[in-house]
């Protein structure tokens, strides 16, 4: 996994979860997960209380041919965590990207905020990114340890917090592990698909035995 920073020797190392890139078809996972933030995540979030209407303008708005999503997911194909790589539009400050990340209160304390931006540092190193912004409320503190953390300098300015992360240009290792992690989460993906279509198919048939001993035991003398 390549990261923004070198770890020390000693430090342990982190553990592998699967993130997989979203897409437009996803858009409904995306809305489900945003709609669920209490309103004091979504206020974390999103730097104000959004309403159910705002969240959702923001989900209809999302450019997934411009920017990048990634997304974490259960064994129910639940989104759990998901993060917004947000690129400038056009060739304005083309250099530059700003990362935003929300998990669902039950995944939270697993490191998938981490994970998530560790993820998204090596795509934006691969799209030639060399400033990752990351725009947070002062108390946002789960977020702004994440950033210093991969070394970013924070800024902070009253309510709100300002953090930069220089990254390094992109090399072949950078190539090829943002190849290996998206493969790695796809065939996660998969198997996890196959999984809850397996355990639909065992409920289907469970309920038809259970019909079949219903009927048996009434027409039983």
């Given at each position: ?203 289907s048939l469970q309920e038809v035995r259970s019909g079949m001993r219903d009927a048996r035991k009434k027409s039983a003398p």
């Amino acid at each position: 996994m390549v990261e923004a920073q070198p770890r020390a020797v000693s430090a342990p190392q982190p553990v592998m979860v699967p993130i997989r890139s979203i897409g437009p078809r996803e858009r409904e996972r995306i809305a489900r997960h945003l709609l669920e933030l209490t309103p004091h995540d979504r206020y974390l979030r999103f730097g104000y209380a959004a309403a159910d209407e705002q969240v959702q303008r923001y989900v209809d708005s999302l450019d997934f041919e411009r920017d990048e999503l990634f997304g974490i997911y259960n064994r129910r194909l639940d989104l759990i965590a998901m993060a917004h790589l947000a690129f400038a539009p056009g060739d304005e400050h083309s250099d530059c990207a700003e990362f935003g990340v929300s998990v669902s209160a039950h995944a939270r304390g697993r490191g998938y905020g981490a994970r998530l931006f560790e993820r998204a540092v090596v795509v934006a190193r691969n799209e030639g990114v060399g400033m990752l912004f990351i725009h947070a409320l002062s108390e946002n503190a789960a977020m702004l340890k994440i950033a210093r953390n991969a070394g970013a300098t924070v800024v902070r300015s009253g309510s709100e917090a300002e953090a930069h992360l220089e990254l390094p240009s992109a090399t072949f290792d950078s190539r090829m592990s943002e190849i290996a992690l998206e493969h790695y989460a796809a065939v996660d993906f998969a198997l996890k698909s196959r999984a809850k279509q397996f355990w639909a198919f065992l409920a289907s048939l469970q309920e038809v035995r259970s019909g079949m001993r219903d009927a048996r035991k009434k027409s039983a003398p």
